[in-house]
């Protein structure tokens, strides 16, 4: 059975660092690109970043462009979110998600989400 | 930046049809995808390629896209269905995912 298992998140302060990380199963990572998604409370979707299946290209929302870092373990079966300066309006749920095919852009399968909170 | 513009709300009783529309620039040359999410839980894609269902998906599900506007219809509505709706693209132009801002759906 597919699953996605978001971890890392919780209470940091502005200008503070944090790692996110999804835990993969019941698919086969490395034959995937990788999504990261976020929803501020009460806010809609909005697109962070993505990661190739194997790594060679990432791509980057406006909001997070040179302060976020995504990467993949493919031999760990584990996505990564690397967030820098982290702001205020950086609080969301994080998501990972899996694509359709290798590369598609159709978010197929979603985990359940991780908290981060960005707060003095 | 590419803009996809979803009514807020849309309401529907049981048993009728509900349409949400997306609307972007000639997304008619765009594969358009749909998400549902119910509250607290994470979102599920419930419509890809303009038309196209996913495994488990009921047939009630359907969409289309053309020229300016793409729509995702739900027939005989259920009390389940209620949820908030999204749609998606790629702008390969920009190598940007972009979604709408979501649309309500109330059965009402």
């Known amino acids: 059975q597919e699953q996605l298992v978001e971890s890392g998140g919780g209470v940091v302060q502005p200008g503070r660092s944090l790692r996110l990380s999804c835990a993969a199963s019941?698919?086969?990572?490395?034959?995937?690109?990788m999504h990261w998604v976020r929803q501020a409370p009460g806010k809609g979707l909005e697109w962070v970043a993505v990661?190739?299946?194997?790594?060679?290209?990432?791509y980057y929302g406006d909001s997070v462009k040179g302060r976020f870092t995504i990467s993949r373990d493919n031999s760990k079966n584990t996505l990564f979110l690397q967030m820098n300066s982290l702001r205020d309006e950086d609080t969301a749920i994080y998501y990972c998600?899996?694509?359709?095919?290798?590369?598609?852009?159709?978010?197929?399968?979603w985990g359940q989400g991780t908290l981060v909170t960005v707060s003095s | 930046s590419y803009v996809l513009t979803q009514p807020p709300s849309v309401s529907v009783a049981p048993g009728q049809t509900a349409t949400i529309t997306c609307g972007g620039d000639?997304?008619?040359?765009?594969?358009v995808h749909w998400y549902h999410q119910r509250p607290g839980q994470a979102p599920v894609l419930v419509v890809f390629?303009?038309?196209d269902r996913p495994p488990g998906i009921p047939e009630r599900f359907s969409g289309s896209n053309s020229g300016n506007t793409a729509t995702l219809t739900i027939s005989w509505v259920e009390a389940g269905d209620e949820a908030d709706y999204y749609c998606?693209?790629?702008?390969?132009?920009?190598?940007?995912?972009?979604f709408g801002g979501g649309t309500k759906l109330t059965v009402l």
């Open positions: 998600a899996r694509d359709r095919e290798r590369i598609s852009m159709i978010l197929s399968y």
């Open positions: 019941g698919f086969t990572f490395n034959s995937h690109a």
């Open positions: 990661i190739w299946y194997d790594g060679s290209n990432k």
């Open positions: 000639n997304i008619g040359g765009k594969n």
């Open positions: 390629d303009d038309s």
């Open positions: 998606q693209v790629w702008d390969s132009s920009a190598d940007h995912v972009f």
